[in-house]
Nanobody
Framework: VQLQASGGGLVQPGGSLRLSCAAS????????MGWYRQNPGKQRELVAS???????KYADSVKGRFTISRDNAKNTVYLQMNSLKPDDTAVYYC???????????????WGQGTLVTVSS
């Protein structure tokens, strides 16, 4: 199983970016999907998560600015980021809790990380 993230880049304060993360490989089902971010010397923090049924959760710092969504048919999770601030600068990692067969357990998988830089 692989998670491939894309969509990072350089954006000015107030701008927008959309991150995507597609899961591929031997997948029976995907439970929660989410986005985390991390800066050097700091712990990785949850940005947003979404259950298979569409229930979402957001960090207080991004509420009202970021929107997480998913396309279950494509095994893909998205993060629409609006009104970006310099404090949003970080490496963003996607995460998915995946079951590889009906008899297997659920395991965490991580994407490779994509850098988001908010700067003028």
């Amino acid at each position: 199983v692989q998670l491939q993230a894309s969509g990072g880049g350089l954006v000015q304060p107030g701008g927008s970016l959309r991150l995507s993360c597609a899961a591929s490989g031997s997948i029976f089902s995907i439970r929660d999907m989410g986005w985390y971010r991390q800066n050097p010397g700091k712990q990785r923090e949850l940005v947003a998560s979404i259950t298979a049924g569409g229930r979402t959760k957001y960090a207080d710092s991004v509420k009202g600015r970021f929107t997480i969504s998913r396309d279950n048919a494509k095994n893909t999770v998205y993060l629409q980021m609006n009104s970006l601030k310099p404090d949003d600068t970080a490496v963003y990692y996607c995460n998915a809790v995946i079951r590889r067969s009906w008899s297997a357990g659920d395991y965490d998988y991580w994407g490779q990380g994509t850098l988001v830089t908010v700067s003028s």
